[in-house]
C-alpha cells in the first residue's frame, strides 16, 4: 500500500513538471505567435505606407498620407508632421489632423524656436516645449525627427493614443520605420521636383538657344546681304568711297579737305566720229576691253577712280608723299600707254584702233565727300576740285595723237625718274593764265 501510493505520488509529480513545461512551451509559443503576427503587422503595414507614400510626388500628399497611417494604424486621434529648414526653422510643409486651427497657427509661429536644434532628441524636446509653454492642447505624445536632406528636417508628432496609455518599443520601432520611409518618399518629390524644375529650365534654355540661333541665322543672313551689297557696291564706287562708308558706318563721313594729290585724266580721242562710225554697242565693248585693261594700270599705282564717262575716266593718287603719288600717277600713264598699244596691236584686223590721251597735274586740291542738299533730299559725291584738277582736264582736253601731258608741278616731281619734254607755256581752255608744260616720251 505504501509502495503504490508512493508510486502514484511519483507519477502525480511527474505529470505536474510535464504540465508547467508544457505550459511554459505553450506562453512561448504564443509569445512567438504574438511577435510572428506583429512582424506581419509592420510588414503589411509598412507596405500600405509604402504604396501610399510612393504613389505620390507633391510632399504634402505624401506627409498627409503618412500622418494617416500613423494615427490609423496606433488609434490616435491628433498629429501633425511638418518639414522645416533647420538653419532658418522656415516651414516648407506642415500638414496637422485633430488639432483647432489656432492651435496649429501658433506652434507654426513658434517653429523658429526649433532652428539649429543639435540632435534628433533635442527636437523632441524643442517640439513638446512648445505645445506646453504654449498652453496648446491636446498634448504631443510622441515626437519622431527624420531628416530629408541638409536643407530639410522633419518631425511626426503624435498626440496620445486611445487604448493603451503609453507607446511601446514596438510601437516607437514601426513609427521610426515609417519616419524613415516618410523621409525617402519625400527626398524622392524633391528629387522629382527638381528634375521637373530642371527639365522646364532646359526647356526655356533650348527655346533661348533656339531663338538665339534663329537670331544668329537672321544676323547672318544681314551680314551675307551687306556682304553682296559691299561687293557690288564696290564696283560703282570709288575705293576711297568704300574706305569712308567702313570707317563710319553710321553715315558720319567728313567733307572735302584740302590735299596734296597728283590727279589723272583720260579720254579716248574721236570717241564721238567712233561711236557714230560704228554704233553705240560696239564702241560699248570697245571701251569695256580697253579700260578693263586701263584699270590693272591704275589700282597697281594705287590709283583711284573717281569718275567716268563714256569715253575717259579721271583718277586720283594719294598714296605716300607729294613726290611718290607723283610717279605712281606717271607710271601709270606710261603703263596705260604701252597696254592700249598692244590692245591695238591684238586687234589689228579692226579698223577702229583706240587713241587715248591723258593729262596730269600735282599740287592741293580739295578732296572727298561733297555733299548736296535739295528740296528731294541729300545727295553725295566724291571727287577732287580745284585748279589742280582743272589743270589735269584741260591738259588731257589739249593732248592729242596719244600724248601724255604733264603739268610743271608734276613733272619736278618725277624728274631723272622719266624722260620728259618741254613743251612750252600753253594757253589751255578756260585758264587765265598759260601753263607750262610738258610731254612724256615714250620708252625706248
Known amino acids: ?7 502514484l505520488g ?7 513538471a510535464e504540465l508547467i513545461r508544457l505550459s511554459a512551451s505553450l506562453k512561448q509559443s504564443e509569445r512567438i505567435q504574438a511577435e510572428l503576427d506583429r512582424r506581419v503587422f509592420h510588414l503589411k503595414t509598412l507596405y500600405d505606407v509604402s504604396k501610399d507614400l510612393f504613389s505620390s ?3 504634402e500628399t505624401i506627409l498627409r498620407n503618412g500622418l494617416l497611417m500613423a494615427m490609423g494604424n496606433f488609434g490616435i486621434a491628433e498629429g501633425f508632421v511638418a518639414l522645416v529648414d533647420p538653419a532658418s526653422g522656415a516651414v516648407h510643409h506642415i500638414v496637422s489632423m485633430g488639432f483647432e486651427e489656432g492651435d496649429a497657427v ?7 524656436a526649433l532652428r539649429a536644434t543639435p540632435s534628433p532628441g533635442g527636437w523632441a524636446s524643442a517640439v513638446k516645449a512648445i505645445f506646453r509653454q504654449g498652453g496648446l492642447s491636446p498634448a504631443v505624445e510622441l515626437v519622431v525627427p527624420f531628416e530629408v536632406e541638409a536643407d530639410c528636417t522633419g518631425f511626426l508628432a503624435l498626440g496620445k493614443k486611445l487604448v493603451e496609455k503609453d507607446y511601446s518599443d514596438n510601437d ?3 513609427i521610426d520605420t515609417l519616419a524613415n520611409n516618410l523621409a525617402v518618399a519625400v527626398k524622392n518629390a524633391r528629387s522629382f521636383s527638381k528634375i521637373k524644375a530642371l527639365n522646364v529650365q532646359l526647356e526655356t534654355t533650348n527655346q533661348d538657344l533656339e531663338k538665339t540661333l534663329s537670331n544668329l541665322q537672321a544676323a547672318l543672313r544681314k551680314v551675307e546681304i551687306l556682304e553682296s551689297l559691299k561687293s557690288n557696291f564696290c564696283k560703282f564706287v570709288p575705293a576711297s568711297v568704300t574706305r569712308l562708308v567702313e570707317k563710319s558706318p553710321t553715315g558720319e563721313i567728313l567733307e572735302a579737305q584740302e590735299r596734296d594729290v597728283t590727279v589723272l585724266f583720260l579720254d579716248i580721242e574721236g570717241y564721238t566720229r567712233l561711236t557714230e562710225q560704228i554704233g553705240a554697242t560696239q564702241i560699248n565693248a570697245l571701251t569695256e576691253r580697253y579700260f578693263s585693261v586701263f584699270m590693272d594700270a591704275i589700282f597697281e599705282n594705287n590709283g583711284d577712280v573717281v569718275e567716268t564717262a563714256g569715253d575717259g575716266l579721271m583718277v586720283l593718287f594719294l598714296t605716300g608723299d607729294a613726290e611718290h603719288h607723283a610717279l605712281e600717277a606717271v607710271r601709270a600713264a606710261q603703263t596705260i600707254m604701252a597696254k592700249t598699244c598692244q590692245v591695238n596691236y591684238e586687234c589689228r584686223l579692226d579698223l577702229h584702233p583706240i587713241v587715248i590721251n591723258i593729262g596730269i597735274c600735282s599740287g592741293q586740291a580739295f578732296v572727298g565727300a561733297s555733299k548736296f542738299e535739295s528740296l528731294y533730299g541729300s545727295r553725295w559725291t566724291y571727287t577732287s576740285h580745284g585748279t589742280t584738277t582743272n589743270v589735269a582736264a584741260r591738259l588731257c582736253g589739249h593732248a592729242a595723237s596719244g600724248a601724255v601731258l604733264v603739268s610743271k608741278s608734276t613733272a619736278e616731281r618725277v624728274k631723272g625718274h622719266f624722260d620728259l619734254t618741254p613743251l612750252g607755256r600753253l594757253a589751255l581752255k578756260n585758264l587765265s593764265e598759260k601753263v607750262e608744260v610738258f610731254a612724256l616720251k615714250e620708252p625706248a
Open 1 to 7: 500500500m505504501n509502495q503504490d501510493g508512493h508510486f
Open 10 to 16: 511519483l507519477q502525480t509529480q511527474n505529470l505536474d
Open 57 to 59: 510626388v507633391e510632399p
Open 106 to 112: 501658433r506652434f507654426q509661429e513658434d517653429l523658429p
Open 172 to 174: 516607437r520601432e514601426l
